[in-house]
Every structure is written in C-alpha cells, then in structure tokens.
C-alpha cells in the first residue's frame, strides 16, 4: 500500500503539467534519471565534465554532471549593452488570440474516446501579455536586420548572451524579440492553445500581429529572408519554435530548443496529428522532404515523464527527435544534460552561447543591412 500511495502522489506531481520554461531545476522532478545510453537512445559522444561540443559539430552529445556558466553569461567589460524595451498586447486587441483559460481547480481527464486524448473545460478569459524587445547597441536604426523570435519572455538571458556574442562577432548583429505567453498551462489554457497546437497558427500571429508593432514602435527593419530568422523556447515554448519553422519554412528556418514538449499535449484533438508534437518523431519528420531548417536541442536526464500514456516520455521524445532528424540528414545538435531537470537554468547557461552560436551558423555575423 504504502508504494502504491508513493507511486499515485508522485503521478499526482507530474500529471498533465509542465514545469515552466526558464525555470531553475534546484528541486528536482519526481522523475527517474535517463542514462544516455540506454538501448534504443542515439550514440552520442560523452564530453569531459564541463566541457560543451563545439559550434560547428553536428550530432549527439553528453555533458554533465556539473554545468558551470558559460563566461558570456555574464556581463563582461567593455562589451556594449543592447537597450531592452518592453510593452503589453491586450487579448481584446487579437483577431486571432482572444483568449481563453481552463476551468478552475479542473484538469485534463482520459477521453473515453481513446487513451492518447484528453477532456478538458475552458471558457473564455481576457490577459494581458508582456512582449520584451532587445535591440543591441551595434544596430543601426532603420537598417534590415535578423531576429530571434522567443516563447515565454522576457528572457533576459537571452539579451545577456547576445550582447557578448554579437560583441565578440560570433552571431550577427540580430533583434530579439521575447513574448510572453497569454497565461496558464498545458490543455485547456491559452499557453497550451499557443504552443502545443499542431499547426502554423502562432507564427501566423507573431507575422501579423506581434513584428509589425516592434517595427513602428523602435524604428527597427526586420528581415524577411528565412535564413535570417530564428526561433527558440523551452518545453512547450520549444515544440512550438519547431511548430513555427515546420509549417512556416518562408518564414522560420533555424530553431533553438530547451526540454522539447515533443509529446501529446496537444488540445483541441487534431486528427491530422492524433499524437500532438509526438508527431516530429513519429511521422511527419520521417515521412516528409528535408525542409530548411537547422536545430539546436537539449534534454535533462531528470526531464518530464508522464506515465499515463506512452507519448509523455520528454526524453524518449528529444532522443526520438534526434534518431530522425539523422536519418534524414538534417544539420542538428543534440545535447543530453546529465544532472539536468526540466528546462534547467544551469544547463542553459552553460549552453545557450554555444548553442545561439550553432544555431546562426553560416549567417554573416555582420551588421545588419541597408
């Protein structure tokens, strides 16, 4: 009895929720810890503790146990500080994100329907969202420039990573633009209705609704060359920066991903994609062309496992990502976090200059253009 009540509570932690992205993994998950090599993960290069792989490797590698920060997440002498704007979009204001929020003190329950969908009540509910923009010191107003695109802002480690990488010219002279969600989480919320619905719908918003704002209101010029423009997020921010490049490829083509919700938390039930973000692995990466899209991915040994399906696996899913995105031989970089939970700040810090670094390879890290 007394592991049977152990096992529910620690279910009852874990269930249908997710830790939100950016952050820091102090307390653990009630999750067993992944070993990188069990059977069926990709082969992976294990790296000195410590160490990351290189910016210009593609593949599979282990790091850990310990994360120390990476020297450019701090502020370093010298190095010219981007000014950081923020202002708010007000639901009432979105043709297309209105707003809604799940009932109160309810959760997603079993569909009788089938084991991998889920019922959940929402209604309607207005919000307010916080939008930061970075724009670094070298940019020069008016010109076109390339941009990063982030979920759940505003994401400060971000700017401090960008004003020593575009100092040092290992990334171009780039925006970054950081949203805030519209509130909640998972189904049933206006977080999960953004992030985990399988289509082009939140780029299509951020096009039409969220770039136009930045230009007029900072006087800033964002590319409209694909290559010019990336995505990035943790958890279900990170399946959604995939989302954005996947079925916007003219707009998106490099994605930068933390602790990847590639799993089924999608809600409303798509029959298109029956399994949500699980879907990358399991279909539509395998059995589509190579599109133009270059990744950046991480995953913690401790990161999410849900156990009520078989489609909650967070690392399975990342693992799953990378056998694929091999096969079909696209440019990526898989980092498995020893030591690391879900979206683990001390990972990141170790790791977003690399991998920012990775991500805009072969981009000329110069200014922005006339």
Known sequence: MLRLAIITLLLGLTALGQTPAGRSSRVRPATPTRDPHTPGYVEAKELPDGEIPSAKADGNFILGPTHPAAPEMAVLEGVPHGQIFSFTMESTESKIYPGIARESGTFAQPDPSGRTRVTVKSHPAPYTRRVAVYIPKQYVPGTVAPFIVGADGPDRLLFLALDNLIAQHRVPVMIAISIGNGSGDAQGSERGLEYDTMSGLYAEWVEKEVLPLVE???????????????????????????????????????????????????????????????????????????????????????????????????????????????????????????????????????????????VWAGYPAGKAKK
């Not at 959604?240 to 083509?253: G, K, N, T, V």
């Not at 990466?285 to 967070?314: C, F, Q, T």
């Open 216 to 358: 007029k209101q900072y006087n800033v010029k964002l590319t409209k060359d694909p290559d010019g423009r990336a995505t990035m997020g943790g958890s279900s921010g990170g399946s959604c920066a995939l989302i954005m490049a996947w079925y916007h490829p003219e707009l998106y083509h490099r994605v930068l991903t933390y602790s990847g919700t590639y799993v089924n938390q999608q809600w409303p039930y798509n029959p298109e994609t029956p399994h949500g973000a699980w879907e990358f692995h399991e279909h539509l990466i395998p059995n589509s062309p190579v599109k133009p899209i270059r990744l950046w991915m991480e995953v913690g040994d401790r990161d999410n496992l849900i156990a009520r399906d078989d489609y909650h696996d967070w690392v399975l899913a990342n693992e799953n990502m990378a056998k694929v995105l091999a096969a079909k031989g696209y440019h990526y970089q898989f980092v498995f976090a020893r030591n690391g939970g879900h979206t683990d700040r001390a990972v990141k810090q170790q790791t977003l200059p690399e991998a920012l670094e990775y």
